[in-house]
């Protein structure tokens, strides 16, 4: 009997992040006391003038279908943020919208890739840009930015990667897992390379590209290096900033013909994102902007506190981050150690599934972000949460031998 399962979906694996949050969720269920440092969901609630947009929606009926790929109101407040933030001049005509970030990406990648086109995929990376990678019949091809670069990608790295099969680089600052951005020299090295290969598109997801930290000058490539702006797809989101991952708007402005390209895509899928959440994102984009700044200075001190009690575990290290609501740190100290239950850490996928078993804290392996071994926690969350959360760890590090 032919197995019911695509070869295609075969190549894939479920995703890591939301399997932690699953398995977090159904332990609190029966009763553990857990704590879940897996998603990547900001704990605000939407701004209250987002939520009342919703409802001024349905009150006008506003509860029909809409174009494929956004309607013209959402597309046009999208078309002057990037204008506003970013110094970026796509037309109404250049916008994508789709049900979150993820179709966005994966809109872009059905679109161009056949049979072994290569996708340049810096690790650690977003879990699922290389499944997306191999759902679209594209290959992902993993280069390593190292903890001592400050986990991002360097030219020369870049360089040895591409190949006359290279069709796109995934670029992502401030990144999911490490909270690492790029600066506006970064990102030019990277461009410099990146002229030298004209077959080389490049998709950057700017999703956290409103949580930088400190004196940090937020770019995009585009914005950076303009001649690369006709085969640069500049992806964002309301998710994050504006904390409304439920609503599912994410969107992107980018070359006409790959636009064209991706509304096809959507049109034989999703079609229209939910009408009344882009109603939301209408009045997220254009409404006031001002509660991002306090909620920036809350999610600072929560990374300070985070990185600090890291810092201070046995066999722990953890670098700073520029951005996002993420850290990374390394357990490269705790492996070999054996748990009290006999169990020897060999890996980070064991150390964070002991973890949870002995301090019922929930975070996410480095093997899944394709750099190990370090962990991710999600910061996300209240100060006095990650301080129990910290402690628990720094208890469980300190018991092994």
Same mark, same amino acid.
């Given at each position: 009997?032919?197995?019911?399962?695509?070869?295609?979906?075969?190549?894939?694996k479920p995703s890591a992040t939301l399997a932690v949050? +699953? $398995?977090?969720?159904?332990?609190?269920?029966?009763?553990?006391?857990?704590?879940?440092?897996?998603?990547?969901?900001p704990d605000f609630d939407t701004p209250g003038n987002?939520?009342?947009?919703?409802?001024?929606?349905?009150?006008?009926?506003?509860?029909?279908?809409?174009? /494929?790929?956004? #309607?013209?109101?959402?597309?046009?407040?999208?078309?002057?943020?990037?204008?506003?933030?970013?110094?970026?001049?796509?037309?109404?005509?250049?916008?994508?919208?789709?049900?979150?970030?993820?179709?966005?990406?994966?809109?872009?990648?059905?679109?161009?890739?056949?049979?072994?086109?290569?996708?340049?995929?810096?690790?650690?990376?977003?879990?699922?840009?290389?499944?997306?990678?191999?759902?679209?019949?594209?290959?992902?091809?993993?280069?390593?930015?190292?903890?001592?670069?400050?986990?991002?990608? !360097?030219?020369?790295?870049?360089? +040895?990667?591409?190949?006359?099969?290279?069709?796109?680089?995934?670029?992502?600052?401030?990144?999911?897992?490490?909270?690492?951005?790029? &600066?506006?020299?970064?990102?030019?090295?990277?461009?410099?390379?990146?002229?030298?290969?004209?077959?080389?598109?490049?998709?950057?997801?700017?999703?956290?590209?409103?949580?930088?930290?400190? @004196?940090?000058?937020? &770019?995009?490539?585009?914005?950076? +290096?303009?001649?690369?702006?006709?085969?640069?797809?500049?992806?964002?989101?309301?998710?994050?900033?504006?904390? #409304?991952?439920?609503?599912?708007?994410?969107?992107?402005?980018?070359?006409?013909?790959?636009? @064209?390209? #991706?509304?096809?895509?959507?049109?034989? &899928?999703?079609?229209?994102?939910?009408?009344?959440?882009?109603? /939301?994102?209408?009045?997220?984009?254009?409404?006031?902007? @001002?509660?991002?700044?306090?909620?920036?200075?809350?999610?600072?001190?929560?990374?300070?506190?985070?990185?600090?009690m890291l810092n201070q575990t046995a066999g722990v290290?953890?670098?700073?981050?520029?951005? /996002?609501?993420?850290?990374?740190?390394?357990?490269?100290?705790?492996?070999?150690?054996?748990?009290?239950?006999?169990?020897?850490?060999?890996?980070?996928?064991?150390?964070?599934?002991?973890?949870?078993?002995?301090?019922?804290? +929930?975070?996410?392996?480095?093997?899944?972000?394709?750099?190990?071994?370090?962990?991710?926690?999600?910061? /996300?969350?209240?100060?006095?949460?990650?301080?129990?959360?910290?402690?628990?760890? $720094? !208890?469980?590090?300190?018991?092994?031998?």
């Amino acid at each position: 009997m032919s197995s019911l399962q695509s070869s295609a979906l075969a190549r894939v694996k479920p995703s890591a992040t939301l399997a932690v949050t +699953a $398995q977090a969720r159904q332990l609190k269920a029966e009763g553990r006391d857990v704590i879940g440092l897996g998603a990547g969901e900001p704990d605000f609630d939407t701004p209250g003038n987002i939520k009342q947009a919703a409802i001024d929606a349905i009150t006008r009926g506003e509860t029909k279908y809409t174009d /494929a790929d956004g #309607m013209p109101q959402l597309k046009a407040a999208i078309s002057a943020k990037f204008r506003r933030e970013n110094g970026l001049d796509y037309s109404t005509a250049q916008i994508h919208v789709a049900p979150g970030g993820k179709p966005v990406i994966f809109n872009a990648l059905v679109a161009t890739l056949n049979p072994g086109d290569e996708v340049i995929v810096p690790a650690p990376y977003w879990v699922s840009y290389p499944d997306m990678v191999l759902l679209s019949g594209g290959e992902p091809v993993k280069v390593i930015g190292e903890e001592k670069d400050g986990f991002k990608l !360097r030219p020369e790295v870049l360089e +040895a990667a591409i190949t006359p099969k290279t069709k796109w680089l995934i670029l992502n600052s401030p990144s999911n897992p490490t909270g690492a951005a790029y &600066t506006r020299a970064e990102l030019e090295g990277l461009a410099e390379v990146l002229r030298r290969h004209p077959h080389v598109w490049v998709l950057t997801d700017d999703m956290y590209e409103h949580l930088v930290y400190g @004196d940090f000058e937020y &770019t995009t490539i585009a914005q950076v +290096a303009p001649d690369l702006y006709d085969r640069t797809l500049t992806v964002n989101g309301v998710s994050k900033a504006y904390a #409304m991952t439920g609503w599912r708007i994410g969107y992107a402005g980018g070359p006409k013909p790959l636009i @064209d390209l #991706m509304r096809k895509v959507a049109s034989q &899928t999703t079609s229209n994102p939910t009408s009344i959440s882009q109603w /939301a994102a209408v009045e997220a984009l254009n409404g006031p902007q @001002d509660f991002m700044a306090e909620r920036r200075v809350a999610f600072e001190k929560r990374r300070d506190l985070v990185v600090s009690m890291l810092n201070q575990t046995a066999g722990v290290t953890c670098a700073t981050p520029e951005g /996002a609501f993420y850290v990374y740190p390394s357990i490269a100290g705790l492996i070999g150690k054996t748990t009290e239950g006999g169990v020897v850490i060999d890996g980070d996928s064991t150390f964070a599934a002991e973890l949870l078993n002995a301090e019922g804290v +929930a975070v996410v392996q480095g093997e899944a972000f394709g750099l190990s071994p370090y962990f991710r926690i999600s910061y /996300a969350t209240s100060e006095s949460v990650l301080e129990e959360a910290c402690t628990r760890i $720094q !208890r469980f590090a300190a018991s092994l031998r």
